[in-house]
């Protein structure tokens, strides 16, 4: 059977096995990987994991189940992280998660219609001086209010490219063309 | 004084170029000159303390690793998760370098194999930049094979998490790092031990900021670090400000420095029109401190904090005032120990989903008397029986807020007052 990460991403897997005396670390960064290519973690992109690091699919799906940055089911291109935690809470998160809420049209947790935008709540994301601010697909974004978001917004629904990450510990994942 | 920000005084510091023709890389060369226990001695007596929370005293941790072992680590922790803390992602964006050379200098003084830089995934960026700067670094001769010719070599990995507090807690950052679930150890064998470490082999396990005061260490010595600050907390150290506060960012200043300095001098003082009424020193994981003229006079140290019955542990000021009602605040601070827990211990896992529904029923106005008791009887019983200190943390904000701020619960009770908590709740 046919492993699409093996195949499009070996010298990356060469490289990230290189870093470690056992290949079982390599679980998180590969993880990444079939996140980046298949968009989220489904039971396919598990047994690729599996299949390169020899390990029981089962182990790696509660690999991906304890962390919040694998996501195992559909998502849109672009994935918003909203911290709300008590210090971004005391500068107004609270509210700005509200209206950016409002402004997309879903609830928290869910994706906008024309699967571009999921949005969650999630916990300190360490940039507590510049609340209300966000991750998009793990970029930060500081400083916002609605008015900055909506240009955001624009901006990401005119050109996915410009919000998705290029950049993967330093070493380029190819960006898939929207 | 800037001993960790130092892009205050060395614009571009964060360049290689730039930092090597700044007395970068001048520690390193020392330490290589050095034999490793000369080195760990120096470190001792320098009095330095870990920054990541804990503050045991790093000289001492680096003398626990067995000389005659083959393989050892040093697991820098850059996992940075704490509510409110925000100081280690600077000094990595802005100071790499002195970062880098640190952890080499433990390296080389426990005679490592590796040093790998356990992120947080969230600073997925700030590790890209720290692969470019150890690939630099490489062909410099200054990481990797036979450093500065001297035929040790000791290459420098960047891992990242994926989104886990508890991760940054020694034993789960190993267990993570080794690609298992990140959930913390049975100790001992401690990380320092054969068997307790990465892989099982001996390991350092350090927070970023601690590494990053080495190299000046090295150069300017100990005794020029412990005049810095008091007997027992010696040198800078970097304080977070958050919340209600006018100027909220990182403040580097000598231990010793009263909380009015920090607060009103470099922190502009409260928000205008308002009084600071409580202080969250560690994020959410050390015990509320009511703020008074009194407290405001306070000298910062670990000793001085331990007498008030809370922790300076990471210096992650959240600062709360007149206007904050600190039952949601202490709410906010369950749901996030409650959504952190890893699972693994029982009262962990069972006592912060209890405590995180019987404050919801608090703040919706549901409770009575007896839930408070209730409430701390949960809280009590999960200190102190836990594989490690997320259970201990975990109790503070119900503890020490009901304890110092009981009336603000009270308030809410049988029906006296509601606020929603849900995540997107208007202010």
């Not at chain 1, 947790?109 to 966000?134: I, K, Q, R, W, Y």
């Not at chain 2, 306070?298 to 809370?310: L, Q, R, V, W």
């Amino acid at each position: 059977m046919a492993n699409a990460i093996l195949e499009n991403y070996k010298d990356k897997i060469d490289y990230t096995l290189s870093k470690y005396p056992d290949s079982r670390s390599a679980v998180m960064p590969l993880l990444y990987v079939a996140q980046e290519h298949y968009g989220y973690l489904h039971s396919e992109a598990i047994e690729d994991v599996a299949d390169i690091l020899d390990m029981d699919p089962t182990q790696v799906k509660s690999i991906a189940g304890f962390y919040t940055m694998y996501r195992e089911t559909p998502k849109g291109k672009v994935w918003l992280h909203v911290c709300t935690d008590l210090p971004c809470a005391l500068r107004g998160a609270d509210a700005f998660y509200h209206d950016l809420l409002n402004e997309l049209q879903i609830e928290d947790g869910e994706t906008t219609s024309d699967g571009m935008f999921t949005c969650e709540h999630v916990m300190c994301l360490g940039s507590c001086d510049t609340a209300p601010m966000l991750q998009a697909n793990f970029r930060f974004h500081e400083s916002l209010n609605m008015e900055i978001m909506k240009e955001l917004l624009a901006k990401w629904r005119n050109d996915v490219n410009a919000a998705l990450n290029p950049t993967r510990a330093g070493h380029e994942v190819p960006v898939k063309k929207a | 004084m800037n001993i960790l920000f130092r892009e205050k005084e060395v614009a571009n510091v964060h360049e290689f170029d730039v930092y090597a023709a700044n007395g970068g890389f001048d520690a390193l060369k020392k330490s290589l000159s050095m034999t490793p226990k000369e080195v760990i001695d120096l470190v001792k007596a320098s009095n330095l303390r870990g920054r990541g929370g804990a503050g045991f005293p790093t000289g001492v941790k680096w003398s626990f690793i067995p000389q005659n072992e083959a393989v050892k680590y040093v697991a820098v922790n850059a996992d940075e998760s704490e509510p409110g803390t925000f100081k280690d992602r600077q000094i990595m964006e802005n100071n790499p370098y002195q970062l880098l050379e640190g952890s080499l200098i433990c390296a080389w003084a426990i005679q490592a194999t590796a040093v790998y830089i356990y992120l947080r995934g969230e600073y997925w960026e700030v590790a890209a930049q720290l692969d470019r700067c150890i690939a630099k670094m490489q062909e410099h001769n200054l990481a990797g094979e036979n450093i500065l010719g001297k035929g040790w070599s000791c290459p420098i990995y960047t891992h990242l998490g994926a989104g886990a507090y508890i991760c940054g807690e020694e034993s789960a950052l190993l267990n993570s790092l080794e690609g298992k679930l990140g959930q913390p150890r049975v100790r001992p064998p401690f990380p320092a031990q054969k068997g307790g470490g990465l892989y099982g082999e001996p390991t350092v396990v350090n927070n970023v900021e601690t590494l990053a005061n080495v190299p000046w260490i090295m150069v300017n010595g100990a005794d020029a670090y412990k005049s810095i600050g008091t007997e027992r907390s010696s040198g800078t150290k970097i304080f977070c400000l958050s919340g209600d506060v006018q100027r909220p960012g990182n403040y580097e200043l000598p231990l010793g420095t009263t909380m009015r300095e920090l607060l009103y001098t470099h922190g502009g003082g409260p928000k205008d029109g308002r009084t600071f009424k409580a202080l969250l020193p560690s994020g959410a994981s050390g015990p509320i401190l009511p703020l008074s003229e009194e407290t405001l006079d306070m000298e910062m140290t670990y000793e001085t904090f331990a007498s008030k019955g809370t922790v300076l542990g990471s210096a992650s000021f959240i600062l709360l005032d007149d206007t904050r009602d600190i039952a949601w605040a202490a709410s906010k601070m369950i749901k996030f120990f409650k959504h952190e827990s890893c699972g693994k211990c029982t009262p962990c896992r069972e006592g912060t989903y209890w405590m995180d529904k019987m404050l919801d029923r608090v703040v919706s106005g549901k409770a009575t008397s007896k839930d408070l008791d209730t409430i701390l009887d949960v809280a009590s019983n999960i200190q102190g029986v836990t594989l490690c200190a997320l259970g201990d943390f975990a109790a503070n904000p119900v503890l020490a807020t009901i304890k110092n701020f009981r009336s603000e619960f009270e308030e809410y009770l049988d029906g006296g007052k509601v606020t929603a908590i849900h995540a997107g709740a208007a202010d």
